[in-house]
């Protein structure tokens, strides 16, 4: 019984070794391979212009804060301009009275 159990490995070993032999196997392996190697490249590209958009829309993002900043920034100057105005004038109207 070992014998026969012994026959059928070796069979199937040489089964394995035949088919891993062929040509379309091998050719079929090769294209696998260039496939994957292909898909894997498509992936880090698509991954990097994923990353690409996330950073310019965070770009954007910014970018409109500091415009919203600088509007702020703006605003308070113009006010400040208006109060030191309106201050002088009261200095200068009191210094005539």
């Known amino acids: 019984m070992a014998e026969t159990e012994n026959h059928r490995k070796s069979s199937l070993a040489n089964k394995a070794r035949t088919v891993l032999s062929d040509d ?8 696998s391979k260039t496939v994957a190697v292909r898909a894997e490249e498509a992936s880090r590209t698509v991954s990097r212009k994923v990353a690409q958009e996330d950073a310019w829309d965070e770009l954007r993002g910014d970018a409109e804060l500091l415009t919203e900043i600088a509007r702020a920034h703006q605003a308070m100057i113009i006010d400040l301009v208006d109060r030191v ?9 009191g210094d005539g009275s």
């Open 85 to 93: 105005a309106e201050l002088e004038a009261r200095a200068g109207g």
């Open 24 to 31: 379309r196997l091998k050719q079929a392996a090769a294209v």
